[in-house]
């Protein structure tokens, strides 16, 4: 069974930053591609970067620069770190694992709020 458990989510000031954590288990994980997604209140769920198991990553154009998304392989895990925060950046973020076999899976989110 596929288990993704996200942490480090938090009230931060606008241009602080923060690391959320995600931890996987019950899968595969090298063969496992990982995101970030996240869902601001009352807006549809969206794409904040993804890694492949080769490292390669992709970003969305308004986080590209100021979050940077990366993995361990060995320990199951991937971090997006988020610099330069801003109020727009508020939102509920998820951690999601796509793999050939087994489709796509989410944590149940953390929530990230940047506020003054």
């Known amino acids: 069974q596929v288990q993704l458990v996200e942490s480090g989510g938090g009230l931060v000031q606008p241009g602080g930053s923060l690391r959320l954590s995600c931890a996987a288990s019950g899968v595969e994980f090298t063969n496992a591609r990982m995101g970030w997604y996240r869902q601001a209140p009352g807006k549809q769920r969206e794409l904040v970067a993804t890694?492949?198991?080769?490292?390669?990553?992709n970003y969305a154009d308004s986080m590209e620069g100021r979050f940077t998304i990366s993995r361990n392989n060995p320990r199951n895990m991937v971090w997006l770190q988020m610099n330069s925060l801003i109020p727009e950046d508020t939102a509920v973020y998820y951690c999601?694992?796509?793999?050939?076999?087994?489709?796509?899976?989410w944590g149940q989110g953390t929530l990230v709020t940047v506020s003054s």
């Open positions: 999601n694992l796509w793999h050939r076999s087994l489709g796509h899976h």
């Open positions: 890694i492949t198991s080769g490292g390669t990553t």
